[in-house]
């Protein structure tokens, strides 16, 4: 167990829907980083938060979005869904910002099916 | 830009056989190294990191070697068992100030008595 929470941990929706996937870090890190693994594309980064503030942004489509709350934890919005959004998404935590050699404990991942 | 680039699978062994799966990563910056492991129906896992070169991560008998000349972090276990089936990703951390990673596509190992 890494510590990192992450619900629902299925979800399945029809295409046009919104669904928001939730994420609490482990205790005591700050950084919470959001994933995407699919067939096709892999595991890819999409945003990066740090104590509330967005700090790092990978491929996150703009029908995506993310916060971080006052108590850490995160969520990732996704809207306008599209079959191809299917996908696993995971969420990591860390204790710092960024560096060389920190570690990203990862959650168990949320599953999303668009039908 | 950053990237990593990892064996294709899938790699089937029987019990106590070698593994080796080969990983390189593009040399922008000085990246630190890790390898992820993902049992079924699991997160990822830390399996083991390195920071700087000829450093040598190991854990459960896995390792690797950051060779900054052939910019590869290749992981090795002497004897596989059943229970290391699972897929294997290498990743890289993404630029200084930033703590991204950037993921291999992963290797599917199976492991067989």
């Known amino acids: 167990d890494s510590g990192v929470t992450q619900t629902p941990k299925h979800l399945i929706t029809a295409t046009g829907q919104r669904v928001t996937l939730r994420c609490s870090p482990r205790?005591?890190?700050?950084?919470v980083y959001w994933y995407q693994q699919s067939l096709d594309q892999g595991l890819q980064f999409l945003i990066q938060y740090y104590n509330g503030e967005e700090r790092a942004k990978g491929n996150i489509l703009e029908r995506f979005s993310a916060q971080q709350f006052p108590d850490l934890h995160s969520e990732l919005n996704l809207s306008s869904l599209e079959l191809g959004d299917s996908a696993l998404y995971f969420c990591a935590s860390s204790a710092t910002p960024g560096g060389a050699g920190d570690t990203q404990y990862f959650g168990p991942g949320t599953r999303l099916t668009v039908l | 830009g950053d990237s990593v680039t990892q064996m294709e699978g899938p790699v089937t062994l029987s019990e106590e056989a070698f593994l080796t799966i080969n990983c390189t990563y593009t040399a922008t910056g000085y990246p630190s190294l890790f390898w992820y492991v993902q049992y079924p129906g699991e997160g990822l896992q830390l399996l083991l990191k390195?920071?700087?070169?000829?450093d040598k991560g190991s854990n459960k008998g896995f390792e690797a070697t950051y060779r900054k000349e052939t910019t590869s972090f290749h992981l090795e276990k002497g004897s596989v068992q059943v229970s290391d089936s699972a897929v294997y990703f290498c990743?890289?951390?993404?630029?200084?100030?930033?703590?991204?990673?950037?993921f291999g596509t992963g290797t599917r190992l199976t492991v067989i008595p």
């Open positions: 990743a890289r951390s993404g630029r200084t100030g930033a703590n991204n990673l950037f």
């Open positions: 205790s005591g890190d700050l950084s």
């Open positions: 390195a920071t700087k070169a000829d």
